[in-house]
T-cell receptor, first 119, second 115 residues
């Protein structure tokens, strides 16, 4: 079965420190991968997405970067965290398949999230 | 460009009441996907339903039902006989059939169900 792992679950980091959040997917190959951030009491903001190894698209210019060193691994990084980087970070992956009528069907699954507090 | 609007920021109901969460979307694509997710206090996003743009049939799953109307670009979600466990933030989302299949979320509706 397909699963998505995201860690750590909780992280407290000082301002100016680096960040590395990792997300891995099992049970599928060549997934589309995504990083979202949810600020306290707010909706989800798409940060980055990747359609393949080494292919990263950024949606919002900011203090963060993403990398995809392997097919099923997606990493969110920062060299120096800001207070405004605090939030709930969610990794997601999507799978596209065809139904019996040859139409594309699309699924989207989230990891359990990392709650980051920058102090 | 994609856009999802959930005009209701918070809704408060008493247990056993029916409640409808509104969702209006904008897209230029003819092929797209609509989702509803539930986010309980623990934070994880729980998938509830996906609807393809080429399938306008409404769906019922237990106490949950969804009304997809392409003519008004709406995908509303109704909970019948609400329960306290339904208290959560509910997100409507839209994904277009373009490169990356990015999914854009509405701002969410926080539902409080009181006993």
């Amino acid at each position: 079965s397909q699963t998505i792992h995201q860690w750590p679950a909780t992280l407290v980091q000082p301002v100016g420190s680096p960040l590395s959040l990792e997300c891995t997917v099992e049970g599928t190959s060549n997934p589309n991968l995504y990083w979202y951030r949810q600020a306290a009491g707010r909706g989800l903001q798409l940060l980055f997405y990747s359609v393949g190894i080494g292919q990263i698209s950024s949606e919002v210019p900011q203090n963060l970067s993403a990398s995809r060193p392997q097919d099923r691994q997606f990493i969110l990084s920062s060299k120096k965290l800001l207070l405004s980087d605090s939030g709930f970070y969610l990794c997601a992956w999507s799978v596209i398949e065809k139904d019996p009528e040859d139409r594309l069907n699309y699924g989207y699954t989230f990891g359990s999230g990392t709650r980051l507090t920058v102090v | 460009a994609q856009k999802v609007t959930q005009a209701q920021t918070e809704i408060s109901v008493v247990e056993k009441e029916d409640v409808t969460l509104d969702c209006v979307y904008e897209t230029r694509d003819t092929t797209y996907y609509l989702f509803w997710y539930k986010q309980p206090p623990s934070g994880e996003l729980v998938f509830l339903i996906r609807r393809n743009s080429f399938d306008e049939q409404n769906e019922i799953s237990g106490r949950y039902s969804w009304n997809f109307q392409k003519s008004t670009s709406s995908f509303n979600f109704t909970i019948t006989a609400s329960q306290v466990v339904d208290s959560a933030v509910y997100f409507c989302a839209l994904s277009e059939d373009t490169g990356g299949f990015k999914t854009i979320f509405g701002a969410g509706t926080r539902l409080f169900v009181k006993a």
